[in-house]
């Protein structure tokens, strides 16, 4: 079975686990905006795998760099924005080689 990385499959407990911090500290940042997980019909929380990796990557700039969570915000806009500034340059330098072959 070949899972996408967008679909929701951990419950709040194993998702904790997983990324090794409390299920309290899931819940805070899901309030402040880190972390907007699925919800199941009966509204409990359900983390992908790329929930997983973000949640890692925070625990990774504030335990072992020492970035605060509104560094973390920053960094992870950034980070965001720089892939969207990617994907438009290799969408571009397609365009140009098409035009181009023409």
């Not at 899931?26 to 905006?33: A, C, D, S």
């Not at 920053?74 to 924005?81: D, N, W």
């Amino acid at each position: 079975m070949n899972l996408d990385n967008t679909e929701p499959c951990y419950v709040i407990s194993v998702a904790a686990r997983m990324v090794g911090v409390q299920t309290y500290t899931l819940r805070y940042y899901e309030r402040v905006g880190i972390i907007d997980p699925s919800r199941s019909p009966g509204n409990i929380r359900l983390y992908s795998e790329r929930d997983i990796a973000r949640l890692k990557q925070v625990k990774t700039l504030m335990g072992d760099l020492g970035v605060n969570l509104a560094g973390v915000e920053v960094v992870l806009r950034l980070a965001q924005r720089m892939t969207e500034v990617q994907r438009h340059m290799e969408e571009l330098e397609s365009e140009l080689e098409r035009m181009r072959g023409e």
